[in-house]
């Protein structure tokens, strides 16, 4: 599993990013996949999940309602929407992934990890 994590980049409050993650491993429909974030000071925050299928999706507080995980498993793709954003949404978005049975709320154990991809939001 090799993560490859890119989108992010400046926008305005209220605006739009799309983020996206890449995997160039070959049994990506087999993991569970999601994103976390960082933010300067601050501790590591679950943002979403999503699990192999696509049948369950998980979201942390701040972001429900406003973010959307989905996946293509044809292109070894998982991607994050993110509507209506906010200042407090600035961080380090990292992408994550797990073959095993944990990642779900409330234990979020990832195995691995991507490079992380910067999201800042201006006020």
């Known amino acids: 599993v090799q993560l490859q994590a890119s989108g992010g980049g400046l926008v305005q409050a209220g605006g739009s990013l799309r983020l996206s993650c890449a995997d160039s491993?070959?049994?990506?429909?087999?993991?569970?996949m999601g994103w976390f974030r960082q933010a300067p000071g601050k501790v590591r925050e679950f943002v979403a999940a999503?699990?192999?299928?696509?049948?369950?999706?998980y979201y942390g507080d701040s972001v429900k309602g406003r973010f959307t995980i989905s996946r293509d498993d044809a292109k070894n793709t998982v991607s994050l929407q993110m509507n209506s954003l906010e200042p407090e949404d600035t961080a380090v978005y990292y992408c994550?992934?797990?073959?095993?049975?944990?990642?779900?709320?409330?234990?979020?154990?990832?195995?691995?990890w991507g490079q992380g991809t910067l999201v800042t939001v201006s006020s």
């Open positions: 491993g070959r049994a990506f429909s087999s993991l569970a």
């Open positions: 999503i699990s192999w299928g696509g049948g369950s999706a």
């Open positions: 994550v992934a797990s073959y095993g049975s944990g990642w779900r709320p409330p234990r979020y154990e990832y195995d691995y």
